[in-house]
């Protein structure tokens, strides 16, 4: 099943070098592998392999290659060096290809900036309107169940799915994250993972968490940013810009993978919401270069909405998201109301869509379908 952003790939490999970053398992490989098909002669080099770290360290790849790929290469000492070194000497019909599972703008190794050499593609799921492009009938049940990691949801039946997901937890938990940073406390950190699961959608205090957990306030952010870095979870941040009392801390927190949400179908819906907004505000950014974001709006006396879409810093769009209330919220009457922004209600389970003014309440799957990603 390929990938939409594809062709745009393809299409910024003429100008620059191109990264793409996103979870582990993703599909990352596998669409680096499936964009080599359409060159002659390409070269895959993974960093993890004794042998293709030697090729690496010596640039031993023949000249007529057209298409480089270097897989997990951050992992490399001096990698920022190694690659401008690479591109500001490459023949002219050398296109230079990076994956990778953790986020560029993490890593400080000492190093030349790649500044203006490449562009960035986030591959995040299957979103659901991807989905509706290869096939016609897409249950959005399933979708929400399994995530949209394209071995669970492809997957043959749940227990599969859920077998697929157990590794997947182990590998990041023991693998990933060990590689990615020394952490002395492995039940700690495990036990802030299973504790984030079950608060997916509230306001997170890295205060509330110490005292559970029993370590300081500064290694439970830094615990979370390690997480954010390795693309297991992703923060939303209040939106405060022209929103009076508007609080300006406590992220919320959200999974990449879906089925990884432990709290009842509301969390469930509402992270896979907060996943595909995620998934369209990166496609705005990386495609169109529109700077956009995703926040929630709360103020001091707990007036809340889900989901906030900014461009260029000013709101856009609000979302809230509902698995079968067909009433208005009256959250998103007042914030939309008070400071005209166009507003969404969207419902899992809904008989009848409506319009209230600058608001509508519409089925979360065509709300979904309607998104540019």
Request: glycine fraction near 4%; charged fraction near 30%; charge should be positive.
């Amino acid at each position: 099943m390929e990938r939409w952003v594809k062709n745009q790939i393809i299409k910024d490999l003429d100008k620059k070098m191109v990264f793409i970053v996103g979870p582990r398992q993703v599909g990352k490989t596998w669409l680096a592998q499936n964009i080599a098909k359409t060159f002659n002669n390409t070269v895959y080099l993974n960093y993890d392999s004794i042998s293709d770290r030697e090729i690496i360290k010596n640039e031993m790849w023949l000249d007529n290659t057209e298409l480089l790929i270097f897989d997990e290469i951050h992992k490399m000492p001096e990698w920022k060096n190694y690659l401008k070194g690479v591109y500001d000497t490459k023949s002219e019909n050398l296109k230079i290809l990076i994956t990778g599972s953790a986020r560029l703008d993490t890593f400080r190794q000492s190093g030349d900036s790649l500044s203006g050499r490449f562009y960035a593609h986030r591959l995040l799921p299957f979103s659901l309107k991807e989905l509706k492009q290869h096939q016609e009938d897409v249950n959005i049940h399933k979708l929400i169940s399994r995530s949209g990691f394209p071995e669970p949801y492809l997957s043959d039946n749940d227990i599969d799915a859920s077998r697929w997901r157990n590794h997947y937890i182990d590998g990041l938990i023991r693998t990933d994250i060990l590689d990615f940073e020394r952490v002395h406390n492995l039940r700690a950190i495990m036990l802030i993972f299973e504790l984030l699961q079950e608060r997916v959608g509230s306001p997170i205090s890295y205060q509330s968490i110490s005292e559970d957990i029993g370590v300081s306030p500064n290694t439970v952010r830094k615990y979370i940013q390690i997480f954010e870095a390795l693309y297991i979870i992703f923060r939303v941040t209040p939106y405060s810009k022209n929103i009076a009392r508007s609080l300006k801390k406590e992220p919320k927190i959200y999974f990449f993978d879906n089925g990884m949400v432990k709290g009842g179908d509301g969390a469930r819906f509402e992270n896979f919401i907060a996943v595909g907004l995620l998934k369209h505000v990166y496609g705005r950014e990386d495609i169109y270069g529109i700077r956009s974001s995703l926040h929630y709006l709360r103020t001091k006396e707990k007036r809340e909405v889900d989901f906030c879409i900014t461009e260029d810093g000013n709101a856009k769009k609000i979302i809230e998201a509902k698995l079968s209330d067909r009433n208005l919220s009256r959250e998103l009457l007042y914030f939309s109301s008070r400071y005209q922004i166009p507003a969404i209600q969207t419902v899992l389970h809904l008989k009848q869509e409506r319009k209230f003014d600058n608001i509508e309440i519409i089925k979360a799957e065509k709300f979904l379908s309607k998104l540019d990603f």
